[in-house]
């Protein structure tokens, strides 16, 4: 099993930027890509980031593309979502998942979820 600890969220303002992290720990040998996703009040919870453990290679949703910056220190296993240049629509519970597979921007293809972490953006 591996387990997955967000950190991070708050209140912000429209234009403020944030930085999220999420710590790994248990059995992560063999995890190779971690994946933020997001989910507002009343939508389907979707793609941010990932970026894989083993290359560094990252993949982004054209939602935040040039925005948001995912990370990650292998020593620390423990992956960081930077937010930048934030705006009210960007407002969501954020997760932090692990997979076994190639990066993917497909949920199903995550085996671990953390629990989330609330960012919230005033305009």
């Known amino acids: 099993q591996v387990q997955l600890v967000e950190s991070g969220g708050g209140l912000v303002q429209a234009g403020d930027s944030l930085s999220l992290s999420c710590a790994a720990s248990?059995?992560?040998?063999?995890?190779?890509?971690m994946g933020w996703f997001r989910q507002a009040p009343g939508k389907e919870r979707e793609f941010v980031a990932a970026i894989s453990r083993i290359t560094g290679s990252t993949f982004y949703a054209d939602s935040v593309k040039g925005r948001f910056t995912i990370s990650r220190d292998n020593a620390k296993n423990t992956v960081y979502l930077q937010l930048g240049s934030l705006k009210p629509e960007d407002t969501a519970v954020y997760y932090c998942?692990?997979?076994?597979?190639?990066?993917?921007?497909?949920?199903?293809?995550?085996?671990?979820w953390g629990q989330g972490t609330q960012v919230t953006v005033s305009s």
């Open positions: 998942a692990a997979g076994y597979s190639v990066l993917s921007g497909n949920n199903n293809h995550y085996n671990y």
């Open positions: 248990g059995r992560t040998l063999g995890i190779d890509t």
